[in-house]
């Protein structure tokens, strides 16, 4: 299955009230290019994240942001309420001892809060259900992402398959102006020649056009531009991340149709070997976007 290396993917999964989001975005890349953007409290599943992505998409410039949503209010913040009486005691004691009245609690509750070891944060932990919730989250959103990557491929597939029939049928036209242009050369060698006014060996002169029309004949090149349009077809309807191989066939098929044009030697295969190379450069730059 031909698949874009192009894509979007979303995976949310809820746990009681949380609710946590996993997008997945992909542009191509010759690698996989992964950045992993999660709350810091899910920092310790950052390997596992990087694994199911990896082997979902194996290439691609990746972006995964991660986000949890929950309809609760919580805090890692806790107040040592034993510690918070102590002290609220002392400073009673102490302010009566000192000033003869008692303070007002409105006074004495910031500076309480300030005095050490009242308000302590503990370590935040990520239970193991939601560390799984997180991890299918994850999958769902690759899953997801796949499933774009394979229409945008169905699309992209069918347009370069459409030029590869593009190139086949100009390469096809080329073939009613080869014999007029063998014409077209041994006149306009004869022509030469007579303006001359020289004495020439016709033995010769046969055996050396001969020669030199081997050299223009490009029959060798259409063949090859033939199997390599054949392999591309295969390639494309058989292989998974067929990408790379598409691409290096492309650059074969590119050294024919250059290969025909050098030779060419007339004007209207000339034309059409513009138009193969035209098809050609499209079919490059989509092949960059497959995976």
Do not use: W
């Not at 995976?11 to 996989?32: D, H, M, P, Y």
């Amino acid at each position: 299955m031909i698949k874009s290396m192009t894509g979007f993917g979303k995976g949310e999964v809820a746990l009681g009230n949380k609710k946590i989001t996993v997008e997945i975005r992909s542009l191509n890349s010759k690698q996989l290019d992964l950045n992993l953007r999660v709350p810091a409290i899910y920092r310790q599943a950052e390997y596992e994240i990087r694994s199911i992505v990896g082997k979902e998409l194996q290439r691609g410039k990746v972006d995964v942001t991660v986000s949890v949503e929950t309809q609760a209010v919580e805090t890692s913040a806790k107040i040592n309420s034993a510690l918070f009486a102590e002290y609220l005691s002392q400073l009673r004691q102490t302010t009566m001892e000192t000033s003869g009245k008692e303070v007002e609690m409105e006074v004495l509750l910031p500076i309480i809060m300030r005095m050490p070891n009242v308000v302590s944060a503990e370590a935040e932990t990520v239970s193991e259900d939601e560390q799984n919730a997180l991890l299918e989250a994850t999958r769902q959103a690759a899953r997801h992402l796949n499933a774009f990557r394979e229409q945008e491929g169905a699309i992209l597939i069918a347009d370069l398959l459409r030029r590869v029939d593009l190139i086949e049928s100009y390469k096809e036209e080329i073939i009613p102006f080869e014999k007029a242009r063998t014409e077209t050369i041994k006149a306009r060698i004869l022509d030469n020649l007579s303006k001359l006014q020289v004495e020439v060996d016709h033995n010769r002169l046969e055996q050396e056009m001969i020669f030199y029309l081997e050299k223009l004949d490009i029959t060798e090149e259409k063949v090859r531009l033939t199997n390599h349009c054949k392999y591309f077809r295969e390639v494309a309807a058989n292989e998974d991340a067929a990408g790379r191989k598409l691409g290096f066939i492309a650059q074969e098929m590119g050294r024919e149709i250059n290969t025909t044009g050098s030779k060419a030697n007339e004007t209207n295969i000339q034309i059409l070997v513009v138009k193969m190379k035209d098809e050609l450069e499209k079919i490059k730059e989509q092949v960059l976007n497959i995976l």
